[in-house]
T-cell receptor, first 116, second 118 residues
Framework: AQKITQTQPGMFVQEKEAVTLDCTYD???????LFWYKQPSSGEMIFLIY??????QNATEGRYSLNFQKARKSANLVISASQLGDSAMYFC?????????????FGSGTKLNVKP | DAGVTQSPTHLIKTRGQQVTLRCSPK?????VSWYQQALGQGPQFIFQ???????QRGNFPDRFSGHQFPNYSSELNVNALLLGDSALYLC?????????????????FGPGTRLTVT
């Protein structure tokens, strides 16, 4: 089974509108971390937001928020007030376990296009 | 404060050859992880090095090996290259030490090395 599933290969959003990128995960660990990264065409992975499995509040970082629904095993990224510079690939990732040395699993990504 | 650096930026090799990719972690970081990202796919975890030892490994054959040096920099070696090894190879660094949560949180990626096998 896939550890991380992103079901939206591509998304379009109008500039200044909000958009939600979907992510579901699969783990039997009680302790895990969920991440979202942005990858522009240049290739570098840019960290956006982190949610720990024991965090009770949804994480927020500026225009980014993570809608964490533990029972449904979903960790959707919400980008508010989209900007043209938000056009990029977005990857959801998971770190299993709470130990120092963990494996990370990435989804297949969602390509976001912001229209002017 | 230098971020994660990788060299070379691009590389073209012939099937069957061997390749070495290099990574210098972000200043203050002690752990290096390597990922393979095929075109149009998400990164796949190869392995992670800490204190010069491989600590975790993904589902990659033994043709993929690595090394970490005392200054925390790292190399990824791939032997007997196949066409399917063509990909962007990403290095990420983090701080583990005695703070597991912090180390897992702060993973910074380098710009990657694009390897083309012909």
């Amino acid at each position: 089974a896939q550890k991380i599933t992103q079901t939206q290969p591509g998304m379009f959003v109008q500039e200044k509108e909000a958009v939600t990128l979907d992510c579901t995960y699969d783990t039997s660990d009680q302790s895990y971390g969920l991440f979202w990264y942005k990858q522009p065409s240049s290739g570098e992975m840019i960290f956006l937001i982190y949610q720990g499995s024991y965090d009770e509040q949804n994480a927020t970082e500026g225009r980014y928020s993570l809608n964490f629904q533990k029972a449904r095993k979903s960790a959707n990224l919400v980008i508010s007030a989209s900007q043209l510079g938000d056009s990029a690939m977005y990857f959801c990732a998971m770190r299993e376990g709470s130990y120092n040395f963990n494996k990370f699993y990435f989804g297949s990504g969602t390509k976001l296009n912001v229209k002017p | 404060d230098a971020g994660v650096t990788q060299s070379p930026t691009h590389l073209i090799k012939t099937r069957g050859q061997q390749v070495t990719l290099r990574c210098s972690p972000k200043s203050g970081h002690d752990t290096v992880s390597w990922y393979q990202q095929a075109l149009g796919q998400g990164p796949q975890f190869i392995f992670q090095y800490y204190e010069e030892e491989e600590r975790q490994r993904g589902n990659f054959p033994d043709r993929f090996s690595g090394h970490q040096f005392p200054n925390y920099s790292s190399e990824l070696n791939v032997n007997a290259l196949l066409l399917g090894d063509s990909a962007l190879y990403l290095c990420a660094s983090s701080l583990v030490g005695t703070s597991g949560r912090r180390g897992a949180y702060e993973q910074y990626f380098g710009p990657g090395t694009r390897l083309t096998v012909t």
